[in-house]
T-cell receptor, first 111, second 111 residues
Framework: EAQVTQNPRYLITVTGKKLTVTCSQN?????MSWYRQDPGLGLRQIYYSMNVEVTDKGDVPEGYKVSRKEKRNFPLILESPSPNQTSLYFC??????????FGNGTRLTVT | AQSVTQLDSHVSVSEGTPVLLRCNYSSSYSPSLFWYVQHPNKGLQLLLK??????LVKGINGFEAEFKKSETSFHLTKPSAHMSDAAEYFC?????????FGTGTRLTIIP
């Protein structure tokens, strides 16, 4: 089954404790991206990647890092999380002719 | 630059009655426009997309949307609401590498 898999689904952590949210897709898509969803703001793009070793900032990249060492994986890294990064995060992937496929989301709470 | 505006944050309709979710866009060029649906605790699923081939676009689950350039609108409609349509709906503009999301419309279906 074609899918985008994010882990974990839920994460509660404390300020400053580094964390990684993993994202993996099995569709051989070149393009992957991360979004955060906040009430009243819709989804905002954090980072995206057009291919392996090619990443670029989206609209709200501050406080986040990403890497794209393999085509299927696109982890989101928070080196020093802060409470304003409490949000619902989505990973997505696509190829040039397909729409975005989204993961089921990761709900992060930073206390 | 492209932007999308969803005119209603909440819409409630009775089961079996028509659904209208409104979206206006602004773009300096011919846009790509999408509607996505998000069910609780799920990722976003593509309902339909407009890419200039036809102004009336049919999507999944009986939804359709009409692109009206004169009104800069891309409203989503369904003739008869079903309980399973209760979800949040996002109007989205742009290409995959740079999507702009509306702030979402929560659709409630009254039994």
């Amino acid at each position: 089954e074609a899918q985008v898999t994010q882990n974990p689904r839920y994460l509660i952590t404390v300020t400053g404790k580094k964390l990684t949210v993993t994202c993996s897709q099995n569709m051989n898509h070149e393009y992957m991206s991360w979004y955060r969803q906040d009430p009243g703001l819709g989804l905002r793009q954090i980072y995206y990647s057009m291919n392996v070793e090619v990443t670029d900032k989206g609209d709200v990249p501050e406080g986040y890092k990403v890497s794209r060492k393999e085509k299927r994986n696109f982890p989101l890294i928070l080196e020093s999380p802060s409470p304003n990064q409490t949000s619902l995060y989505f990973c997505a992937s696509s190829d040039p002719i397909s729409p975005l496929h989204f993961g089921n989301g990761t709900r992060l709470t930073v206390t | 630059a492209q932007s999308v505006t969803q005119l209603d944050s909440h819409v409630s309709v009775s089961e079996g009655t028509p659904v209208l979710l409104r979206c206006n866009y602004s773009s300096s060029y011919s846009p790509s426009l999408f509607w996505y649906v998000q069910h609780p605790n799920k990722g976003l699923q593509l309902l339909l997309k407009y890419t200039s081939a036809a102004t009336l676009v049919k999507g999944i689950n009986g939804f359709e949307a009409e692109f009206k350039k004169s009104e800069t609108s891309f409203h989503l409609t369904k003739p008869s609401a079903h309980m399973s349509d209760a979800a949040e709906y996002f109007c989205v503009g742009g290409g995959n590498e740079k999507l702009t999301f509306g702030t979402g419309t929560r659709l409630t279906i009254i039994p």
